[in-house]
């Protein structure tokens, strides 16, 4: 019998108890998770500030939405270690709302748009993922790169000469620090001695203080000061949707990146959902929504963070920072925190992707849809429409290749009473429109077989195309009989044979 048969049941119970327990308690994890939280706190101070300007309302606007979001998601989402917070995407959605009636009616938009997020969530929206192929997917991952580089440029631009030789030594503290000890993140051991530089040398360059006074108080809960009328639900729903599904689109594209970058899988539908419950909340303590936060996600990514801790003391350290250290936080300079996001950028973009040799070997449709969603993502500065877009080329350019395999063989008896054409290959809306033209029906005998035991009929097209083939060889008088349908195929065919104006 074996051992663990004759174990007392204290000792089982004891033994299955750490399996149990969620990988956060451990201590060591619980250390890169908490510290890792602490430097995505630091880096969506600045963040959070600039969105707000984008969309038109205070800084402590932005901050504010920034930490309801992270600790909400943490709860509700189903991507561990992805940071949700105020966006620039979601604040471009939301300026003209803000400019033109103010911030409640914006905030009635958000807790409007989370709603909208919980019913496209519950509907399966999640499973439109599949549909993103691998070359858009690379194409989003370079984009949001060169996104993150091209948002520290103006950082380096009209500042005092001091603050290159500080962004230098910020990504050479990140890049050789972990060769001694990977215990403390890199970039929050830069941003520390960067901070301490230019307050000990008292250098004059742009701080964190610089963009925005920071809160020095909680956000107070209630719902928005508007008129609950139809009036306010047509000015609002427009805006509402699109925040909807940028903010899905976006969160969606970073769960799935992460779950590429750390091989596990997330609960895509439950991460559509509990962005819909983080921008309710967000919206009735006065925020200006949000959604998955791509570059703080990789900081938290690439410093090791796993669970959903580091998303949950992101958003604690961020208000605490804010309050209770808010002076300090000031003075760190954005010198650091730029370096940390051009570290980020390199690391995130895929290098292997552009490689000659790689790009050789490719198929030039691959590549097609690579470049056109990084060029539409960075003249847009919108990863969602950059994604559609590469999607639809995808699209396009598989139809057309799937098209050209489609191929009509002619084979005529020797004594000329039967035509007998084999169709091999995918009947659809691009294959079937020039299968009309891919039959002899002057010279056919009297009798024609087409077999379609080769192909499949996917849509009304199809059968639209095989009645002009019919239709054309009975102006001639002469039978055509159709063969080798499978199951499916056949059903939609005798559905809709016959049935179609314009077959012909």
């Not at 997917?137 to 948002?151: C, H, R, S």
Request: aromatic share 6%; net charge neutral.
């Amino acid at each position: 019998m074996p051992k663990d048969v004759l174990l007392p049941r204290s000792l089982s119970a004891a033994r299955l108890l750490p399996a149990s327990r969620p990988a956060w308690l451990s201590p060591k994890v619980a250390r890169t998770e908490v510290l890792s939280g602490l430097v995505v706190a630091l880096a969506l101070i600045p963040e959070a500030i600039s969105f707000s300007i984008i969309a038109g309302v205070d800084p402590s606007i932005g901050l504010f939405a920034s930490f309801t979001m992270a600790v909400v998601i943490a709860i509700v989402g189903g991507r561990p270690a992805m940071i949700s917070a105020a966006t620039g995407a979601i604040a471009l959605v939301v300026a003209p709302l803000a400019r033109e009636h103010g911030l409640a009616y914006l905030v009635a938009a958000v807790i409007l748009g989370g709603l909208v997020q919980i019913a496209l969530g519950a509907l399966g929206v999640a499973k439109l993922m599949r549909f993103v192929p691998r070359s858009v997917m690379v194409g989003f991952v370079n984009a949001l790169a060169i996104l993150i580089f091209m948002a520290q440029v103006p950082e380096l631009l009209d500042v005092p000469w001091v603050v290159y030789p500080l962004v230098v030594g910020g990504l050479a503290l990140m890049v050789f620090f972990p060769r001694i000890t990977t215990v403390v993140p890199a970039p929050l051991v830069s941003i520390a001695i960067l901070t301490a530089i230019t307050l000990g040398a008292g250098l004059a360059v742009p701080t964190v203080g610089d963009r925005g006074t920071l809160p020095s108080s909680l956000p107070a809960f209630g719902l928005p000061d508007v008129p609950f009328t139809m009036a306010t639900l047509t000015l609002v729903a427009p805006y509402a949707l699109a925040l909807a599904l940028v903010g899905l689109m976006e969160s969606l594209m970073t769960a799935k990146l992460v779950d590429d970058l750390t091989d596990t899988r997330s609960d895509k539908t439950r991460e559509s959902i509990g962005q819909g419950v983080a921008n309710i909340v967000t919206g009735l303590f006065g925020g200006m929504g949000g959604c998955a936060m791509i570059g703080q996600t990789m900081i938290n990514v690439k410093n090791g963070a796993r669970t959903r801790l580091s998303t949950f003391t992101a958003g604690i350290f961020l208000m605490i920072l804010c309050i209770a250290f808010g002076p300090w936080v000031s003075q760190i300079p954005m010198a650091a925190l730029v370096a940390v996001m051009i570290l980020v950028s390199f690391a995130t973009f895929d290098w292997h992707s552009v490689a000659p040799a790689t790009l050789k070997r490719m198929p030039w449709g691959e590549t097609i849809v690579m470049t056109t969603t990084v060029a539409v993502v960075v003249a847009t500065h919108n990863l969602a429409i950059g994604v559609v877009v590469g999607s639809i080329t995808a699209m396009v350019i598989f139809a057309r290749r799937v098209a050209h395999l489609t191929n009509v063989t002619a084979v005529i008896d020797p004594g000329r009473r039967q035509a007998v054409y084999a169709v091999t290959g995918e009947l659809f809306f691009a294959s079937s429109n020039d299968l009309v033209y891919r039959f002899d029906y002057a010279g056919d005998p009297d009798e024609v077989v087409i077999d379609l035991s080769g192909t499949h009929i996917w849509d009304a097209s199809s059968v639209a195309a095989l009645d002009a083939v019919q239709t054309r060889y009975a102006a001639r008088g002469k039978k055509v009989t159709v063969t080798g349908l499978n199951e499916p195929s056949a059903r939609l065919h005798d559905s809709l044979a016959g049935q179609l104006s314009g077959g012909h």
